[in-house]
């Protein structure tokens, strides 16, 4: 096989892994957004907690590395305890820091989401260090594809990232689209005031979304550090911006088009480092946010709401 | 107003008519680089060596100083409580306040290359010898390629050279690494870099080194943060079939993920190593990139020196043991430096007292005119620049546990080493 040849496939395996877990951060940004009309900027922070409440949920127990027999059963319980106090955490600074505001300006809110950013990554960075702290190597990377091929590689961790964060972005669709709890949501994103007429509890509706939301991106946190075995306090602001990116390029407030947009993203990145230098990638992806706004500002798969409003 | 003006008087009079030596006559050092922030571990160190270093000549001299002299170290630190780096403003006033105490005859410091350069002009002015135990920057004693164009005029008002250092340069470590390369087999290099001042500059150097002498560079490409995924770069390494991957990174701009990666994406298993520069050579880099085993035999390291625990020489050896005995730690690889540049003053102070007065004229001329000095890193002595004559870079490896197999380096090794 061709190098060239194996060296993009090899690209389109890194950027759909990029897609994954930026999907998961994007889809909270993006129910968040479609409820309340706000954009979370520490929604970005919110999957670092997951990656660092993870870790040191790990240093409790004595781990063999990698994974081996009752330990790989740690795994879906270690997730859930993440997804509750991540969930649990975002859920507190909706109640704290956005609910008193929810009646004023526009302003207020957004630049009270920044505050919320800096404060949880001063707080990261007092609890856990500055530095870039490793993730122990729970799961291996012995290459599937090593017969293959020198440069394609499926690993157990792609399988891991791939299998938790699909039927997860699946699941969330699902959810919306056919549960009651789904049907609230859909009705509060719409209107709220017609949906509160209608007897739906929207603080409870909002509380929900921010639950889901946070939960969402802290075990994307968990299953980043599992994958790439290495974080620092301050990664969310990166991943978030990535994120929140993704979340307009498909359209913000849209589910799918989150996902769809995450997945651009990744690619789109992936291609750039290797045909154009990683040192442009991040122009690249902005100068495609940009056209998008004033070309289609309601995103790929169109908005909820038009985006003039933001 | 009338008070001030008086001590001015007298201390300009002090200054015209010298400041002379008595026996018994107390000599001040002033110390200057960062004790608190970002820096505090290695700049604590280097004061503890300095410290040691008077320990040692004191108890090899009966409990004398240089000539009958009491020598005393007056620490200061130029790292602003706020910012937690240095700061030029408190450089400046350091290098002001020894100025202005006529019992302080040198001026040791800084760390950080910045900071010398607000502070070398300050003790050039007042003809204060200034003795740095870390500043790599080229400019600061010489005109390079990269450097500006009033460098280093701009650093020496009095048009004399009163700055000594004992540390290498920058502009010799990354092509000294280009040659050892060469001299370890490697034929093709993949080049990354965190787009930053010493990262890109060493990767720079690197480079165009690599040309000159027919190493060939397959690639290059910058990771923008920390957080950059650096599976890309490596993806081209792979598929340009590079041997070595050389990155210009410090500690906490993505150093670590890229070994990191390196062995998890099976780099290091298909015999592909990295070669990284003294910015990443540090023992947290073991802790962060998961253990020793990721770094044993697949890494190559540069450094302006012998790390603490490899000096093999009499002198290095006692330094080691008793800098582990009385700090419990171990000493940071730029105290050796600082160790270095304490043995250089007393001994210049020794000297200056045979001419019969020991003042900060008699102390410049006895610094300048330091050759063949047996010290802690060897023999050595200061050119007309004021850079170490016999300043050298060593690679090292990795081999089981730590930094190992000190090689001496230089930008012309690959001549001689096929």
Known sequence: MDPQLEAFLRQVLVGLSIGCYLALIALGYTMVYGIIELINFAHGDLFTFGFFISLTIWGLFDVPMPLQGAWILALPLIAVVVVVLTGGLNVVIERVAYRPLRGSSKLAPLITAVGVSFMLEAIYAYIWGANQINYPRFIPTTNFLSDFSRIIRFTPRDLLLFGVTIPLMIGLTLFIDRTRLGKAMRAAAQDREAAAMMGINVNRIIAITFFIGGGLAGIAGMVYGLYTGSGRFIMGFEFGLFAFTAAVLGGIGNIRGAVLGAFIIGMVQAMSDLYIGGEWSRVIIFSLLILMLVFRPSGILGSTQSVEKV | MLAKRVVVFVLLALLVLGVSAQ??????????????????????????????????????????????????????????????????????????????????????????????????????AAGVVQVSPANSYAGLTRSCPTCAEDEPGIYRPSGEVNYFRVAATDDVQGPAAASWAVCLGFENVYVLDDTQAYGAGIANEFVNHAEEIGLNVVGRSSLETADSDPRSALTAALRDGADLIYGGFVLDSGGPRVVQAMYDEGLFDEGIKFMGPDGILSAALIEQVGGAEILANNTYFTFPGLLPSLLSNEQGVRFYTDYVEQFGEEPDPYSVYAYASMQVVLNALGSASETGTVDRASVLEAVRSTADFEGIIGTFGFDENGDNTAAAFYGYDFESDNFSNPTAITPTMHETCE
């Open chain 2, 23 to 124: 026996d018994g006559q107390t000599v001040k050092i002033y110390t200057s680089w960062p004790l608190t922030g970002g820096t505090q571990a290695i700049g604590q160190s280097m004061l503890n060596a300095v410290n040691l270093a008077l320990e040692h000549y004191l108890a090899d001299n009966e409990g004398m100083g240089p000539a009958g002299l009491t020598v005393q170290v007056v620490p200061l630190d130029d790292a602003s409580p706020t910012s937690g780096a240095w700061d030029g403003q408190i450089e400046a006033e350091n290098a002001q306040r020894c100025v202005n105490d006529p019992e302080c005859l040198v001026y040791m410091g800084t760390y950080n290359s910045g900071a010398a350069a607000v502070s070398m002009p300050i003790t050039n």
